[in-house]
């Protein structure tokens, strides 16, 4: 299984390089390498997963290390749809994922990778659909935020055409993130109240991921009701991409509660 992750590591930033360099110097060989790159990156991230699931008789979400895994997968599957099934001229989502990806896998790398025991807290139905929400929701806003960075790079060289496309794109992902984020809320209250006798205990995992919540829900507000477009969600997109790191990564490092294991 080590090997299969590593493996997928060295791929994605492989795939990392030849995106780069393809857009650097407008190879279109280089471009398709980098996508068949990303391609054989995720297939080997798919079995390592798989694999990893099968030897540890669960769902592999249970660590820090196995989520940010599956955050790096989601954000390569996110990024390969949309270069596939999206409109001409959506390839480029490729190479603003693959580093992304590698980078994501990168942090798991730093992380204990040892199979353990589920808490029997985590022993619950609610297990997979909580986490894999979570995992789901955190890819969606980390390719928004990319989307936005792009936008504010083009924004003076682009058509406008290929500007309205990102900016639309964007607004889709964080949508769909923010449904998934509170999946991940309404099934965590739930699931409290079955391990803790709680719905709610102010965890600092739960109240950044509230915050977290809360900062996309105006990003929403100010799109559909005071018809922000372009520059500033570009830019909204971008800071609050923060707050889900530091929902990620922060909290764990920096505060203890009840979701410390993960």
């Not at 390969?80 to 992304?100: E, H, Q, S, Y």
Request: net charge positive.
């Amino acid at each position: 299984m080590n090997t299969l992750f590593m493996l997928s590591l060295i791929l994605y930033f492989i795939a990392t390089l030849l995106r780069f360099a393809g857009a650097a110097f407008r190879k279109d060989l280089l471009k398709r390498l980098g996508r068949i790159g990303v391609i054989l990156a995720a297939a080997v991230h798919v079995i390592y997963v798989v694999w990893r699931g099968i030897a540890a008789h669960r769902l592999p979400l249970a660590n820090q290390f196995e989520f940010a895994t599956a955050f790096a997968l989601m954000v390569a599957l996110f990024g390969l749809i949309l270069a596939f099934r999206g409109k001409k001229g959506m390839d480029w989502v490729l190479t603003l994922c693959a580093p992304m990806a590698f980078l994501l896998q990168s942090y798991a790398a730093l992380q204990p990778r040892e199979i353990t025991e589920l808490m029997p807290a985590l022993k619950s139905a609610w297990f997979g659909l909580h986490i894999g929400s979570a995992a789901l929701s955190y890819a969606a806003f980390a390719v928004a935020a990319l989307l936005g960075l792009r936008y504010l790079i083009l924004e003076k060289k682009a058509e406008e055409k290929v500007l309205k496309q990102m900016d639309l794109l964007s607004y889709k992902l964080v949508s769909f993130g923010f449904l998934m984020l509170s999946i991940v809320i309404f099934s965590g209250c739930i699931w409290a109240e079955q391990a803790w006798s709680t719905f709610w205990s102010w965890d600092p995992k739960e109240t950044w991921a509230l915050i977290t919540w809360i900062v996309y829900a105006i990003y929403l507000h100010q799109r559909l009701r005071m018809k922000w477009r372009g520059r500033r969600m570009a830019w909204f997109s971008l800071i609050a991409f923060i707050f889900v790191m530091f929902t990620f990564v922060g909290v764990n490092a920096l505060m203890s509660g009840l979701h410390s294991y993960g």
